[in-house]
């Protein structure tokens, strides 16, 4: 029996959705974990688009959106938690000068040797501008377990999981992702049975 403090930190991994799981939410998907502690996990899916694109979004807060590199992005369906809230999810952005991780924006949450998740408005308000970070991924939601579902989860093999790599966020196409995260692995989507780990 493991104690709490043997248990697994997923922090800036992927969870890869095994085939079985069939949750409108969660099919097929692969989710970037923000955080993952004794309390709970927190994390946004990588690889499903909603129908707005950035530009909509940016006209929803009154920003004009001066990136031509963002110009045909679509917003991200990040989970089914406060699917009204936008989150970014970028590349870390350290004040100059600052060693010590102080990042730019009001509400960001940085992930150890990962990514940085931005909630305030000014990380918009600076790719508005032509600044900001270079790679952005944009959610409206975001995915959350309690503590110890997570867990429970992966021992009902719900999720395969894998040290996140940001090129398959930033740099492969959406419907591509669930592939490039399982190759990761050394896997393919063909490899898993259904009821995998099930005898």
């Not at 688009?49 to 009154?62: A, G, H, I, T, Y």
Request: negative net charge.
């Amino acid at each position: 029996m493991t104690s709490e403090t043997d248990s697994i930190n997923l922090t800036d991994h992927f969870l890869i959705a095994m085939p079985g799981l069939n949750d409108d939410s969660f099919s097929r998907s692969v989710i970037y974990l923000c955080e993952h502690s004794e309390r709970g996990a927190l994390g946004l899916v990588i690889n499903k688009p909603s129908e707005m694109s950035l530009r909509s979004l940016f006209e929803k807060v009154e920003l004009p959106l001066t990136r031509p590199d963002l110009d045909s992005s679509l917003v991200f369906q990040g989970g089914p938690v406060h699917t009204e809230r936008g989150f970014v999810l970028h590349e870390p952005m350290l004040k100059p000068d600052e060693t010590d991780g102080e990042t730019v924006y009001a509400s960001t949450l940085s992930v150890p040797g990962g990514l940085e998740m931005t909630t305030s408005k000014d990380v918009l308000e600076a790719l508005s501008s032509g600044a900001g970070p270079k790679r952005v991924l944009i959610s409206l939601g975001y995915s959350a377990w309690a503590q110890g579902q997570l867990e429970s989860e992966l021992a009902e093999n719900s999720w395969l999981t894998v040290q996140a790599d940001p090129n398959v966020i930033f740099d492969t196409p959406f419907e591509q992702r669930y592939d490039k995260a399982l190759s990761l692995l050394g896997l393919q989507a063909w490899m898993l049975s259904p009821d995998a780990g099930h005898a």
